[in-house]
């Protein structure tokens, strides 16, 4: 993101580690108890905000590559648990699926240790609205 973290990943932690080859941002965030849910495990919530941050970031990079600076509403977001989270650093990278005039559609990913090995993933869309549009609305 060219603007950096929101307050809300500043204050949970989150960092940016790298843009990948493909321009998408990968984000971390380390484990601690105030993000705990149960004994030794991620509560969903923080998960489920990395993720977000994560597909946010992957849309703002793009939006920003192509000189587009809309305002970003969640139309919805799905997560899906698909395994514990340890008490280690996790990360999340956003996927753009479609990406229209006025919608965009991602995909994201947390892991641990292996990419390969999700311990969660979302769906988000997301309506975007040119700065014109929005002082009508």
Known sequence: MSAGLTPYAEALGMRIVEGGEDG?????????????????????????????????????????????????????????YLSTGRPRESFARGRIVRLGRRNANLEVEAWQDDPAKPIASAVMNILMVEEEASKVL
């Open 24 to 80: 998408a941002t990968l984000l971390a965030l380390d484990f601690g108890h105030e993000l705990e849910g149960r004994p030794g495990a991620w509560h969903g919530g923080a998960i489920a905000g990395l993720l977000e941050t994560a597909g946010y970031a992957a849309l703002r990079s793009e939006l920003v590559r192509q000189g587009r600076d809309p305002l970003l509403k969640p139309i919805n977001i799905t997560v899906q």
